[in-house]
């Protein structure tokens, strides 16, 4: 064989390797797993315009300082996972959407919301803020998306709230009143959850407002 039929030889062997060794560059790169989806983040949004703006005190009413504390919550609802209901199926499950989570736990979430309206009426102190007259304990039993058939659902909040009065140190009992509200959910799914649970939130919170203002002042 001359020197030229080797070194053709040669490249035809080179060629087909090359071509072997794209075929498989090509498969692997089509076999690589996608890129993970990162989850949807959501909250109750800016909250620059409220809903509605409460209702003033009565004239010559001056309601009492408060330190609203950090709501507590159970482990189920204590995460950040948008978290449904099948009341068709099995209510008692709790189960988390894949692809959604909210940007801090609900019970925060809550109290962010709560704030503001309470913060245009009275003082409103946070817990490292210092001692107030009046304390809001406040517990978030309930913060679920509860489907009653595959296409409808409603966005469910329970709160027990606790008010409480400071007396020479000690917290005396005040007020106590459990809050449920439930909103449609627009759409079957996390978007649709999050809106609803955001409308029945903020319902819940009305009320709350409201109840607080119903409260006489301690005589002091």
Avoid: H
Wanted: with cysteine; net charge positive; hydrophobic share 45%.
């Amino acid at each position: 064989m001359t020197s030229t039929s080797v070194a053709n030889s040669d490249r035809r062997t080179l060629g087909w390797a090359g071509f072997f060794l794209s075929i498989l560059l090509i498969g692997g790169c089509s076999a690589l797993p996608d890129k993970p989806v990162r989850p949807a983040v959501y909250d109750f949004g800016p909250g620059l315009v409220p809903k509605a703006t409460p209702a003033p005190p009565a004239a010559g009413v001056a309601l009492p300082p408060l330190l609203l504390a950090d709501i507590e919550a159970p482990a189920t609802v204590d995460g950040t996972a948008v978290l449904y209901r099948l009341a068709y199926a099995d209510v008692q499950q709790v189960r988390p959407y894949a692809q959604a989570r909210w940007s801090m736990p609900p019970a925060q979430l809550v109290r962010q919301r709560l704030r503001d309206p309470l913060s245009q009426q009275r003082v409103v102190l946070s817990p490292a803020e210092g001692p107030a007259g009046w304390i809001l304990r406040l517990e978030l039993e309930e913060f679920t998306q509860v489907f009653d058939a595959p296409d409808r659902s409603v966005g469910l909040v329970r709160l027990r709230a606790t008010l409480l009065e400071t007396v020479n140190g000690r917290e005396r009992l005040v007020a106590q009143r459990r809050f449920t509200a439930q909103r449609p959910a627009p759409s079957a799914d996390a978007p649709g959850g999050v809106r609803a649970l955001t409308a029945a939130s903020d319902a819940a919170i009305d009320e709350i407002v409201q109840w607080l203002q119903q409260v006489p002042a301690p005589a002091r």
